[in-house]
């Protein structure tokens, strides 16, 4: 991997994207994980203006802690406009949850209610991308956008561009060592914190990115489930699974045609 060529290709594509679509600069979400802190880092590095967006929900303390220290260490190491802003949404989800009709907790009601944050999150970013000529960044992984469609669809998959969509995750870490991110987000577990407990993205997942990096490299290669065993045959399903259905992320929305003879 040539990270260094990589970085400049990405952030040279950052700096036409937003020169050709006639914006001023942008806004990404800081959640203290590594993707937010890479994405966020390669958009400082063009010199344009960078909002960083804090939106707490019920959120755990370390979480919020990280995020503060990387924005604190963009605005120290990079010379292009860097400002931040918490904007608290716990109040908002728990109005929002209280007017719902109240239903039994179930595993399906905690999805819902998880995804409904990065929904909130989203409304956030565009308000403020409206408010400033913004470009939302999004900071979606090969892996999690192609591969296991591990987002949000119309939450953290609503973005205007995704510098580091065509990265895997471990690529991601590699960048994020070269760049010098806190050593703390290298370090810590993986988590979307859409659940408001110390759950990870492998609890969720069933597998580590690294097994579903393995995963995506032999589907694309064309093996087949009978062709693994043990741990290997497992990651091998879950992966299969989890592409499969979550098809409607990775696929344009579908058009209803109307026949040219219906319209006569």
Known sequence: MQTEKIIQHIVSWL??????????????????????????????????????????????ANQADRA???IEWLKDNFNSPIDSIEVDLTSTFDDLVSALPTIEKTDKVNLALANTRARLRMTTLYYFAGLNNYLVAG???????????????????????????????????????????????????????????????????????DELEWAMQMKEEGHDLDEFEGRQKVVFEIYSRLNRINQHKMIPIPLCKIPEEYKD
């Open 15 to 60: 700096k036409d994207y937003i020169e050709t679509s006639h914006q001023k600069g942008f806004v990404i979400g800081i959640s203290g994980g590594i993707d937010s802190a890479v994405t966020s880092t390669l958009c400082a590095m063009t010199g344009y203006p960078l909002l960083n967006l804090e939106m707490p929900i019920h959120q755990e």
């Open 68 to 70: 503060k220290k990387h």
């Open 139 to 209: 900071t979606g992984n090969k892996v999690e956008d192609f591969g296991v469609g591990f987002y949000t669809k119309y939450g953290d998959g609503g973005v205007d561009l995704s510098p580091i969509a065509d990265l895997m995750k471990s690529e991601v870490y590699t960048i994020a060592k070269y760049l010098g991110i806190n050593t703390a987000i290298q370090k810590a577990k993986p988590t979307d914190g859409l659940f408001g407990d110390d759950r990870s993205d492998e609890d969720q997942l069933g597998a580590s990115y």
